[in-house]
């Protein structure tokens, strides 16, 4: 018996998609960003290949080439773009603490070895030495969210699965689909959530209306692309 599966028309922005300027490679797809009020995708965030100062590729410059990415613009307009994030090494001043220093300031910096973010004697130093941490500036507009890869995906009874990517109408920028890997790592499916069920996206992940039964029983979908031998008559 063949396995139902559920076609969806559109182009889909996987993240973990191998990203492609005019003329070479430029990097991957890392995140995707969303205008919830509006439901259209309005950036893409590409982490080049030597790995650092991922750019806010504005989607206008992009389109879909299969499960790839490519970008309308060459590698040095690519490098001129905006970074997604800044990071500031900042010394610590004993007398403003910061109010939240998030984990990973602590854990993914060089200096994670020199002991906590404070004031520390050094031996030969007559005063105390700041240690340095870290400040991020995040360049995403006001009003859009990002979409990262392994968002918990909750539905109102509980979490159901991670987030893979979006799918795009044909023509424009409106997002039609949510993809999701439901179930576990090993036994999972890949389905597309229609955005009229997506409640919301923000920094705890997307929440679905729909209950975890309702998103097991999708079938696995598959993404086709309109060529002209595929679109539809007038």
């Known amino acids: 018996m063949t396995a139902t599966v559920n076609r969806v028309i559109g182009h889909q922005y996987v993240i973990g998609s191998r990203v492609y300027c005019a003329e070479c490679p430029c990097g991957y797809l890392t995140s995707a960003v969303v205008d919830p009020a509006t ?3 309005e950036h893409l965030i590409v ?3 030597h790995g650092i100062d991922s750019r806010l590729v504005p989607f206008a410059t992009a389109h879909c080439e299969g499960r790839a990415v490519r970008l309308g613009c060459t590698l040095d307009d690519f490098n001129a773009m905006e970074p997604a994030v800044d990071v500031h090494i900042t010394p610590m001043d ?3 603490p910061p109010r939240h220093v998030p984990e990973e300031e602590n854990s993914a910096w060089p200096f994670f070895d020199l002991g906590p973010s404070e004031p520390a004697l050094g031996l030969a ?3 105390p030495v700041l240690m340095p941490r870290i400040a991020y500036d995040d360049h995403v507009p006001v009003g859009e969210s990002r979409i990262y890869p392994g968002d918990h995906v909750h539905a109102s ?3 159901i699965g991670h987030v893979r990517g979006v799918v795009v109408a044909p023509e424009g920028d409106m997002v039609t689909h949510i993809l999701v890997d439901e179930g ?3 036994g999972h499916k890949r389905v597309a959530i229609p955005m009229e069920l997506v409640g919301g996206v923000g920094v705890d992940g997307v929440r679905v209306l729909m209950t975890r039964r309702e998103v097991k029983e999708l079938s696995p979908c598959e993404i086709v692309e309109l ?3 595929l679109t539809p008559p007038l």
Do not use: H, K, Y
């Open 125 to 127: 130093a007559p005063e």
């Open 227 to 229: 060529t002209p031998e």
């Open 184 to 186: 576990l790592l090993r």
């Open 39 to 41: 439901g259209r995708l």
């Open 47 to 49: 982490t080049p290949d």
């Open 94 to 96: 004993p007398a403003r």
């Open 157 to 159: 009874d509980g979490t």
